[in-house]
T-cell receptor
Framework: GQQLNQSPQSMFIQEGEDVSMNCTSS?????WLWYKQDPGEGPVLLIA?????ELTSNGRLTAQFGITRKDSFLNISASIPSDVGIYFC?????????????FGQGTILTVHP | GAVVSQHPSRVICKSGTSVKIECRSL??????MFWYRQFPKQSLMLMAT?????????EQGVEKDKFLINHASLTLSTLTVTSAHPEDSSFYIC????????????FGPGTRLTVT
């Protein structure tokens, strides 16, 4: 099946710094989604990407759908303490598996005030 | 908009008993709902895809007779863990896609199941 490699696994940064994380896939996805999960909660959708090459922003967050459709990155600018959490990328398949999401391993973000 | 709820948020049960978890889309109709399982510090693993009015599609390795899924309406899906064992203890999360769009999945807050 599809596999997503997400990196880095964890990041420890100072408040105000920028953050970048990415996901790569062995196969093509039709859609890339980025989620944030707080402890004991369900993931919350941050950004959805639908077209290869698409660059989308949501406040301090920016994500891009790679041209090859096998990768995506998420940038967070000027981090703040509430950015702490686990960030997941997810690729959405097409064809007979329409709608199914494959998740990356997650990036644990810690922001020091 | 796009709010998904789960009930209960936490449940403790004894081995051998069954537990039902509800997933509701509160402000939209969801043709498709998904059930995930998440172990501590790990990613989400898809267990099954549930379509309203039809049988769920289970992922490889997931026992359909143990994890019963019912999607009776466009706003409700239930997961029943039958004859629970301690190894079934986990965080169960559902998600829902709006009718007419499968691009974005909205997740519930999760249910923490502990089997003693």
């Amino acid at each position: 099946g599809q596999q997503l490699n997400q990196s880095p696994q964890s990041m420890f940064i100072q408040e105000g710094e920028d953050v970048s994380m990415n996901c790569t896939s062995s196969s093509i996805f039709n859609t890339w989604l980025w989620y944030k999960q707080d402890p004991g909660e369900g993931p919350v959708l941050l950004i959805a990407l639908y077209k290869a090459g698409e660059l989308t922003s949501n406040g301090r967050l920016t994500a891009q759908f790679g041209i090859t459709r096998k990768d995506s990155f998420l940038n967070i600018s000027a981090s703040i303490p509430s950015d702490v959490g686990i960030y997941f990328c997810a690729g959405q398949e097409g064809g007979t598996s329409y709608g199914k999401l494959t998740f990356g391993q997650g990036t644990i973000l810690t922001v020091h005030p | 908009g796009a709010v998904v709820s789960q009930h209960p948020s936490r449940v403790i049960c004894k081995s051998g008993t069954s537990v039902k978890i509800e997933c509701r889309s509160l402000d939209f109709q969801a043709t498709t709902m998904f059930w995930y399982r998440q172990f501590p510090k790990q990613s989400l693993m898809l267990m099954a895809t549930s379509n309203e009015g039809s049988k769920a599609t289970y992922e490889q390795g997931v026992e359909k007779d143990k994890f019963l899924i019912n999607h009776a309406s466009l706003t409700l899906s239930t997961l029943t863990v039958t004859s629970a064992h301690p190894e079934d203890s986990s965080f169960y999360i559902c998600s829902a896609s709006m009718t007419g769009s499968s691009y974005e999945q909205y997740f519930g807050p999760g249910t923490r199941l502990t089997v003693t």
